[in-house]
């Protein structure tokens, strides 16, 4: 019975903190005052609910020369979708509210600002009931699309 020593503890297994306890401030400011390694990050668009969040390529628009731009709506397909929401008797807001955008862009694209989007494009399409994009811009759209017979 020699081997036994009640003086001494061994632990078998020592629980590893958990990601969360080693990611709150008491663990940060205790690896701090220890002189620990502490490594920081800030992640490009967290903690936001931005349905349309700026592109990685809005540093090329910055840096935008004659002949390195992107495309814009041109002022024709502007001035039919001014037209057709003024036949519709809407305003910016009653058709950007009618296909889940914001005015400001109703707003860019009439004024022929907009990065041209085919989704949005195609919602504007069906709201207003005319064609914006090909060969026959500002003819009534036809319905029954994709499928459907």
């Known amino acids: 019975m020699a081997e036994s020593d009640w003086d001494s503890v061994t632990y078998l297994r020592k629980k590893a903190p958990r990601a969360a306890e080693l990611k709150s401030k008491q663990a940060v400011s205790q690896a701090q005052r220890h002189g620990g390694h502490v490594e920081t990050s800030q992640k490009y668009g967290a903690a936001s609910n931005k349905q349309h969040s700026a592109n990685k390529d809005s540093a090329k628009l910055d840096r935008e020369t004659e002949e ?82």
């Open 68 to 149: 390195l731009h992107h495309e814009k709506v041109s002022l024709d397909v502007g001035k039919l979708i001014q037209q057709s929401r003024m036949e519709k008797k809407l305003t910016q807001k009653d058709l950007a509210t009618k296909i889940n955008e914001k005015p400001q862009v109703i707003m860019d694209y009439e004024s022929g600002k907009a990065i041209p989007n085919n989704q949005v494009m195609g919602k504007i399409e069906r709201a207003l009931g005319v064609k914006l994009r090909g060969k026959d811009k500002g003819m009534p759209l036809v319905s029954g699309g994709k499928g459907k017979k």
